[in-house]
Nanobody, 122 residues
Framework: QVQLVESGGGLVLAGDSLRLSCAAS????????MGWFRQAPGKEREFVAA????????VYGDAGKGRFTISKDSAKNTVYLQMDSLTPEDTAVYYC???????????????WGQGTQVTVSS
């Protein structure tokens, strides 16, 4: 079973940038698609972005379009989420996940990290 560990969260000011990392425990990801989701207090988990380990395919949700960029470093088994021009509305716990298809749905991802808190202050 692949384990995922997120890092890079923290407290920032509105307009700042953050880069989140998601490190996989082993290189058994050839059949995986990796996604980022976020969950704010009292809200449902929301799709941010996803990519394929084996090709160039990426997809963004409304939460990630325009200001966020998902990328990967296959040599490091790590997926990144670059977040720019952050606003207080981006405050949430950010989770990375692995699944068998490129999807925006949480139900399609079977492996989840523990999450990393991002807080954006105005």
């Amino acid at each position: 079973q692949v384990q995922l560990v997120e890092s890079g969260g923290g407290l920032v000011l509105a307009g700042d940038s953050l880069r989140l990392s998601c490190a996989a425990s082993r290189r058994a990801l050839s059949n995986y698609y990796m996604g980022w989701f976020r969950q704010a207090p009292g809200k449902e988990r929301e799709f941010v972005a996803a990519l394929s380990w084996t090709g160039p395919s990426t997809v963004y949700g409304d939460a990630g379009k325009g200001r966020f960029t998902i990328s990967k470093d296959s040599a490091k088994n790590t997926v990144y989420l670059q977040m720019d021009s952050l606003t207080p509305e981006d405050t949430a716990v950010y989770y990375c996940a692995g699944g068998g298809r490129l999807s925006t749905q949480t139900s399609q991802y079977g492996v989840w990290g523990q999450g990393t808190q991002v807080t954006v202050s105005s």
